[in-house]
């Protein structure tokens, strides 16, 4: 199984910025893919997920500013918009295959089995 996230680099506050993610390496579909972001000498954050049933949740500090997309259930994508400096970070891909349902949100690390290397965003001010 492979998660290959790609699109960060550095861009300027109030900027926008899409970054990707496939799942390979296995048969059938992801019914649960997110993104989840680690700044320097923090853990590692929940910011968006879709569900199978493809409803989509954000976390507070992205909510307004994040959406994410999907072509096909093993590829999904984060747009970006009004970037903040405060988003800096690693952004990691996370994939499961468990059918999450409402009103369980899966936000936590320990709910994605498999996750990609990250790409990073940078955020300037």
């Known amino acids: 199984v492979s998660l290959q996230a790609s699109g960060g680099g550095l861009v300027q506050a109030r900027d926008s910025l899409r970054i990707s993610c496939t799942a390979s390496?296995?048969?059938?579909?992801?019914?649960?893919m997110g993104w989840f972001r680690q700044a320097p000498g923090r853990e590692r954050e929940f910011v968006a997920v879709?569900?199978?049933?493809?409803?989509t949740h954000y976390a507070d500090s992205v909510k307004g500013r994040f959406t994410i997309s999907g072509d096909t259930k093993n590829t999904i994508n984060l747009q970006m918009d009004n970037l903040k400096p405060e988003d800096t970070a690693v952004y990691y891909c996370?994939?499961?295959?468990?059918?999450?349902?409402?009103?369980?949100?899966?936000?936590?690390?320990?709910?994605?089995?498999?996750w990609g290397r990250g790409t990073l965003v940078t955020v300037s001010s």
């Open positions: 996370a994939a499961d295959r468990t059918y999450y349902d409402e009103p369980y949100i899966p936000s936590e690390v320990r709910n994605f089995d498999f």
């Open positions: 390496g296995r048969s059938g579909s992801w019914n649960t």
């Open positions: 879709r569900l199978w049933r493809g409803s």
